[in-house]
């Protein structure tokens, strides 16, 4: 719902491309596509890129794309309207708490061993987070 609202306020010239896009016959189903589309997107960002997204809430892309400029602003707009950190941040603090944490408290909180399969699969958060 808040991407539907977003995409409503696009006056601004980094959107330009969504501008085209939604320009012509059938532009509320182009929009309401669009919104679905960039709410899986930004859930994918946010477990496999949140390097990424830390990079736009700082106000800095990462590429010289295109398309990266507006995707930055738009995550801008997002996050400003949702006061909770995302899944990323929220993996991300749990990392850093691992890593910077006593081991003797987590051996007791902890199985001795595990056994995780399909690590090729995994998104590097995920990894991290098992290092961790």
């Not at 409503?8 to 939604?22: G, H, K, M, S």
């Amino acid at each position: 719902m808040a991407f539907r609202a977003l995409l409503r306020q696009l006056d601004r010239e980094e959107f330009a491309p969504l501008q085209t896009y939604l320009s012509g016959t059938h532009n509320s189903l182009k929009r309401y596509q669009l919104a679905q589309q960039l709410s899986q997107l930004f859930d994918q960002y946010q477990i496999m890129r949140p390097e990424l997204l830390a990079h736009w809430q700082q106000g800095r892309c990462v590429s010289e794309h295109p398309s990266e400029r507006w995707q930055q602003v738009l995550w801008q707009q997002i996050h400003r309207q949702i006061t909770k950190p995302h899944r990323g941040d929220l993996w991300q603090a749990a990392i850093a708490k691992l890593k910077h944490s006593d081991e003797e408290f987590y051996s007791s909180v902890f199985p001795e061993r595990v056994s995780i399969f399909g690590l090729h699969t995994l998104p590097p958060l995920f990894l991290q987070f098992i290092q961790a």
